[in-house]
């Protein structure tokens, strides 16, 4: 527990040097949900903005994040001492967990200011969704499997498609491939058949991160 404090209080600091991007990223989110206003009818319209927060922060923060420091060769620092990945990988999760709550909080209160809806329920079923997700953070890891692309195009292109999974949200036929919908709707979806899909997706999820975690090494893969 005392190694995975230690790597969430270092990550912080890593956020709070990075000042630009923390603002941009939280205000990104509320630019949006103002661009959106036609298309907010009821309180659950905000599932997909939550979910969109929750996708960006797992697959940056922990998935990229992770990959970005192994091929930038910055883990041998972290892990000089012990390889401790496991407390690495929990210690990036509580961090982006962190994020999200603040960012919700703003995001919340400026919808609750715009459309009058009781901030109670709108922390009630953010912060539900959050637990919901967790299983997502395990799947970003995966994407430290992939060594023939850098890390940095491995970024570009999941901001691509989070942007046009975004876009289309509301406007396309072919939404049941959308992650961003498949997450928002967990939060309304509650038939049998949908607690059985997110139990598999979601222990598939955990088990494919897990994998990864165990295959991840701390060893420059562009520097060899």
């Given at each position: ?103 919700f909080l703003l995001f919340n209160i400026t919808a609750s200011i715009i459309f009058q809806f009781n901030m109670f329920q709108l922390t009630y079923y953010s912060t539900f969704l959050i637990i919901l997700s967790i299983p997502i953070a395990f799947l970003s890891f995966t994407l430290t499997l992939i060594t023939k692309i850098n890390a940095n195009d491995v970024s570009t292109i999941v901001s691509i498609l989070m ?62």
């Amino acid at each position: 527990m005392r190694v995975v404090k230690a790597y969430y209080i270092l990550n912080l600091k890593m956020l709070r040097n990075e000042i630009f991007t923390l603002i941009w990223s939280l205000l990104l989110p509320v630019i949006f949900l103002t661009l959106n206003i036609n298309n907010i009818h009821s309180l659950y319209d905000l599932r997909f903005f939550w979910a969109f927060i929750i996708i960006s922060c797992f697959f940056y923060g922990v998935g990229i994040h992770a990959a970005k420091l192994r091929n930038e060769g910055l883990l041998k620092t972290y892990f000089s001492i012990t390889e401790s990945r496991y407390e690495f990988f929990f210690a990036n999760i509580l961090t982006q967990m962190t994020f999200i709550f603040f960012s919700f909080l703003l995001f919340n209160i400026t919808a609750s200011i715009i459309f009058q809806f009781n901030m109670f329920q709108l922390t009630y079923y953010s912060t539900f969704l959050i637990i919901l997700s967790i299983p997502i953070a395990f799947l970003s890891f995966t994407l430290t499997l992939i060594t023939k692309i850098n890390a940095n195009d491995v970024s570009t292109i999941v901001s691509i498609l989070m942007l046009v999974s975004f876009i289309t949200l509301f406007s396309t036929d072919f939404n049941h491939f959308n992650l961003i919908r498949i997450v928002g709707d967990l939060l309304i979806d509650h038939t049998l058949n949908g607690y059985i899909l997110y139990s598999i997706v979601s222990i598939s999820s955990i088990i494919l991160g897990l994998f990864s975690l165990k295959k991840y090494s701390v060893i420059s893969l562009e520097s060899r």
